[in-house]
C-alpha cells in the first residue's frame, strides 16, 4: 500500500458482459470488480445495493468506503472476487479534494455543522507550503469523530450524534503526496485545492481539519473525489448509468493481476496450492499478496511469504 501506483492497463480489456440492464440474472461464472465512478450523494452501499440488482447476485462488497459527498472510484466486488476485498482494502488511494481554510465543522466536511470560524486572510502561500509539508510523510492522525472508526464495538458517527463524542486515538498513516494545485480566496476564507496519495487508513477530512489547527483557521473538506484505488483508476470506471445499460465486470484473473504482483506457478504447484499446500517462497516479499496463478491463466490463490515459505491467504481454484 506504501508503493508506486500501478498503471491501468491490466484492466482495460474487453469486458465480461450479460445479464439485462434492467438488473436480470448475471450469467453464471460473474466474478470480478465493477469499477464504479460513485457519484455525490449516495452511501457506499446504496451502489452496492444497485450493482446487486444488476449482476442478479446478493454476494457484493465493496473494498474502502466513500462518503456521501464524496465522488469517484469504488471497487466493487462480485461473487468470488469479494474474497479479495479485504486485501484491496489495504492498497494506497489517491484523491483530488478541495479543503476550505476559515471554518471548521462537526464532522470535518461540509455535510456538518459549522462549529467555528477565524479568518484565513492572514495565510500566506509560503505558510500553507509549510503546513501541507508537515503533514506529508508518515503521520499521526485522530479519524473524525463521525467516522466508521469503532469504540468498543460501537461506531464512531453513531456515538458522536448520540451526543456521546467518542475519544479516538491517533494512528500512524502515510501520506505519500499532498500537493497543492490552486488557492482561492473568498473575503476571509481559503480555498484549497489538492492532490492527496496516501496509504489506507488516511481521512482527507482529518488532513483538511489538521491543516486548518497548523494554520490557526480551522478547516473542513468540501470537495473530494477519488482518482485511484490501487490499479484501479477513473480510467476503468464507469457510471450507474452506464452499468446499467451495460454491465462491466472485470474478471477475476485480470482483476488480480492489475493489484497484485503475479506468480506463475506449474500445473503441479497449482494443483498442490489449490489443495492449501504450501510452496517455495520466491522472493516477492514478506506481507506482500502475491496472485498465483495456473499454467492456463486460471487465478488459483494469493499467497503471502514468509520464513521462506508461501503460504495461500485466499484459494479460488
Not at 135 to 150: C, F, N, Y
Request: with cysteine; net charge positive.
Amino acid at each position: 500500500m506504501t508503493g508506486r501506483p500501478m498503471t491501468e492497463g491490466p484492466v482495460t480489456g474487453g469486458p465480461v458482459t450479460g445479464g439485462p440492464a434492467t438488473g436480470g440474472p448475471a450469467t453464471e461464472g460473474r466474478d470480478g470488480l465493477v469499477i464504479v465512478d460513485k457519484p455525490g450523494g449516495v452511501t457506499s452501499h446504496d451502489v452496492v445495493a444497485r450493482i446487486r440488482r444488476l449482476a442478479g447476485t446478493r454476494r457484493v462488497g465493496h473494498a474502502g468506503t466513500l462518503d456521501p459527498m464524496a465522488t469517484g472510484v469504488l471497487v466493487v466486488g462480485v461473487d468470488k472476487a469479494t474474497r479479495l476485498l479485504g486485501y484491496l482494502t489495504l492498497t494506497e488511494k489517491q484523491y483530488d479534494a478541495t479543503i476550505r481554510l476559515g471554518q471548521s465543522t462537526s464532522t470535518d466536511d461540509a455535510e456538518g455543522e459549522l462549529t467555528g470560524a477565524a479568518p484565513a486572510a492572514h495565510v500566506t502561500d509560503e505558510a500553507l507550503a509549510r503546513a501541507v509539508a508537515g503533514l506529508t510523510g508518515e503521520i499521526r492522525q485522530v479519524p473524525p469523530a463521525v467516522s466508521a472508526i469503532k469504540v468498543e464495538g460501537q461506531r464512531a458517527y453513531r456515538l458522536a450524534r448520540s451526543g456521546t463524542a467518542p475519544e479516538l486515538k491517533a494512528r500512524t498513516v502515510t501520506v505519500h503526496e499532498f500537493t497543492v494545485t490552486d488557492t482561492r480566496r473568498t473575503g476571509d476564507l481559503l480555498d484549497v485545492d489538492a492532490t492527496v496519495r496516501c496509504s489506507s487508513g488516511t481521512y482527507i477530512r482529518a488532513l483538511a481539519r489538521d491543516l486548518g489547527r497548523e494554520l490557526g483557521t480551522g478547516g473542513h473538506l468540501v470537495r473530494l473525489r477519488r482518482t485511484r484505488v490501487g490499479g484501479y483508476g477513473l480510467g476503468t470506471a464507469r457510471t450507474l448509468e452506464q452499468l446499467a445499460e451495460r454491465f462491466e465486470v472485470v474478471p477475476l484473473a485480470r482483476a488480480a493481476a492489475a493489484a497484485f504482483p503475479r506468480r506463475d506457478l506449474s500445473a503441479d504447484e497449482a494443483r498442490r496450492l489449490a489443495h492449501g499446500a504450501r510452496l517455495p517462497a520466491a522472493a516477492a516479499g514478506a506481507g506482500v499478496p502475491t496472485a498465483a496463478y495456473a499454467p492456463d491463466g486460471t487465478l488459483v490463490a494469493l499467497l503471502t511469504e514468509q520464513h521462506g515459505q508461501a503460504r495461500p491467504l485466499v484459494v479460488f481454484a
